[in-house]
């Protein structure tokens, strides 16, 4: 296994409209996550999938931002009527978990979207 | 949420130093990780330490659970070490919380 792989790793997009993100986790890994990070702070939580259920979403995710895990395995993150204040490193984590403890978390490369 | 606490912001190194950052969190956790981000914006795993003690080569951690706080030691310090550090903790096997990192350079 090659660990987490995201793609695009780059994206450049007009305002206005629309982007999704690919997110192929570690095969073994039950969890899956989102994180956000802008220049110069941390990463920000997004959201975070068990198997196929999405069990929690951050504030940050606004009605314009939706993502799917649809069979368990892959995950895609959609923004629609993207706004210059979405411009950041989407960010793709996966690990095995319980529901009271993770074990190791390994992150993707991270799309870098850049909205003009 | 859980607030986690690093230090310092920014630090700057003659290569062949030594270092030490710190994270502080504000509750009990079960997970703790430190990572170091590379140019490129990727994540790279350094420790999977919810306790204890641990060394990678020139890389050591040592979290106390009980006073909430891990330290991450670099010693020896090479140019390659320069970037940010994060930490990132969790108790209740949902969501990681990051710190704001240490912003690392290495100087020849």
């Known amino acids: 296994d090659t660990g987490v792989s995201q793609n695009p790793r780059h994206k450049i997009t007009k305002r206005g409209q629309n982007v999704t993100f690919r997110c192929d986790p570690i095969s073994e890994h039950n969890r899956l996550y989102w994180y956000r990070q802008t220049l110069g702070q941390g990463p920000e939580f997004l959201t975070y999938f068990q198997n196929e259920a999405q069990l929690e979403k951050s504030r940050l995710l606004s009605d314009r931002f939706s993502a799917e895990r649809p069979k368990g395995s892959f995950s895609t993150l959609e923004i629609q009527r993207t706004e210059q204040g979405d411009s950041a490193m989407y960010l793709c984590a996966s690990s095995s978990g319980t529901w009271t403890a993770n074990t190791e978390a390994f992150f993707g490369q991270g799309t870098r979207l850049t909205v003009v | 949420g859980i607030q986690v606490e690093q230090s310092p912001p920014d630090l700057i190194l003659q290569e062949g130093a030594n270092s030490t950052l710190r994270c502080n969190f504000s509750?009990?956790?079960?997970?703790l990780q430190w990572f170091h981000q590379n140019p490129w914006g990727q994540l790279i795993n350094l420790f999977y330490?919810?306790?204890g003690t641990k060394q990678n080569g020139r890389l050591s951690a040592t979290t106390v659970a009980t006073e909430r706080y891990s330290l991450l030691y670099i010693s020896s310090s090479q140019t390659t070490d320069s970037g940010v550090y994060f930490c990132a903790v969790g108790n209740t096997g949902n969501q990681f919380y990051f710190g704001t990192g240490t912003s690392l350079t290495v100087i020849p």
């Open positions: 330490i919810p306790s």
């Open positions: 509750d009990s956790v079960n997970n």
